[in-house]
């Protein structure tokens, strides 16, 4: 299981681009503020998956349905 996200995982699961990127760079300010200066980086798109679920308010975790 993948613990952090990008924008391409995020437009996998349906986002348009520019919601993908709003997601991640306020994934990456959440962060910031909780005082992971690291986040703090423009080069930088990956961000932790709770960061992510915290922005939405929502999981992001699928169980997969069996045939």
């Given at each position: ?12 699961l349906?986002f348009k ?51």
């Open positions: 299981m993948n613990t952090t996200d990008t924008k391409s995982d995020l437009e996998s349906g681009p520019s919601v993908a990127t709003r997601i991640i760079r306020e994934s990456k300010i959440l962060m910031v503020n909780k005082g992971f200066n690291f986040y703090d980086n423009s080069k930088l798109g990956l961000v932790p998956k709770k960061a992510v679920e915290e922005i939405l308010g929502f999981s992001l975790t699928f169980e997969k349905k069996s045939a």
